[in-house]
Every structure is written in structure tokens, then in C-alpha cells.
């Protein structure tokens, strides 16, 4: 019989705060995270043409140098 109330009483332990974190508002890190969104594109990225196809480049290979010889410029490029 008490094993129900210390299933019930260790299920609310992890949820509680699970759910305080959600719904924190917290806008001081909202603020922080606002200052990203004004922060420009570099001017490269503007005149580089939007694919229809996904690239089958893997970047993240090329970053990594995995299979391959690391090319931090190869990388961005595809990425």
C-alpha cells in the first residue's frame, strides 16, 4: 500500500520542477536573447543564393574532419 503513495510522491518531485521551468518568465534572459535578434547578417550572406534542394555537403563533416581533412571555409560555405 505505501509503494503507490511514493510512486505518486516521486512523480511530483520530477514534475514540479519541469513545470516551474516552462513557465518562468524570466526577462532578464529574454532580454539577453532580444539582443541576437538585432545583430546584422554579415553582408556575404545577403547576396548568397537560397538553394531548393538540400546540399548534400555535410559541414558538419567538413567542420569536424570527419572522413575528410577539416576546411572551416568548405564547411561554411555548405552550412
Not at 5 to 30: I, K, N, Y
Not at 46 to 66: E, F, H, N, Q, R
Amino acid at each position: 500500500m505505501k509503494l503507490p503513495w511514493f510512486l505518486v510522491l516521486l512523480a511530483l518531485g520530477f514534475a514540479t520542477p519541469l513545470a516551474v521551468q516552462q513557465t518562468s518568465g524570466d526577462s532578464e534572459g529574454d532580454s539577453e536573447c532580444t539582443i541576437y535578434l538585432k545583430t546584422p547578417l554579415p553582408a556575404e550572406a545577403l547576396t548568397v543564393p537560397v538553394t531548393k534542394a538540400w546540399p548534400g555537403c555535410d559541414s558538419y563533416k567538413s567542420y569536424s574532419g570527419i572522413g575528410r581533412r577539416a576546411d572551416f571555409q568548405t564547411a561554411r560555405k555548405c552550412a
